[in-house]
């Protein structure tokens, strides 16, 4: 059993990558796809935490120093400070 190293992660993972994992159509899509569930796992996480923040006690906002009116703009766009 032979073992491929290479710096890029997304052509090592792909399952028709060969000793020369060459920009073909399948590793196109092989990288689309594996961005497309990264994209979609990062945007399921920022919406989670935006609901957790929506229904946390005051209390727990004032610790982390954010108002109940920013919300939406820290769940976008980060800490406002």
């Known amino acids: 059993m032979t073992m491929h190293i290479t710096t890029n992660s997304l052509a090592a993972t ?3 990558a060969g000793s020369t994992a060459n920009a073909s159509f399948g ?3 092989w990288r689309w796809l594996v961005l497309s569930i990264r994209h979609i796992a990062t945007q ?3 919406a989670r935490d935006a609901a957790w923040l929506r229904q946390s006690p005051n209390a727990i906002l004032r610790d982390i120093g954010i ?3 920013e919300i939406d703009q ?3 766009h980060g800490r406002l400070k």
């Open 27 to 29: 590793t196109v899509v």
């Open 67 to 69: 108002n109940r009116d």
């Open 14 to 16: 792909a399952p028709h």
């Open 44 to 46: 399921r996480k920022i």
């Open 74 to 76: 820290t769940c976008r």
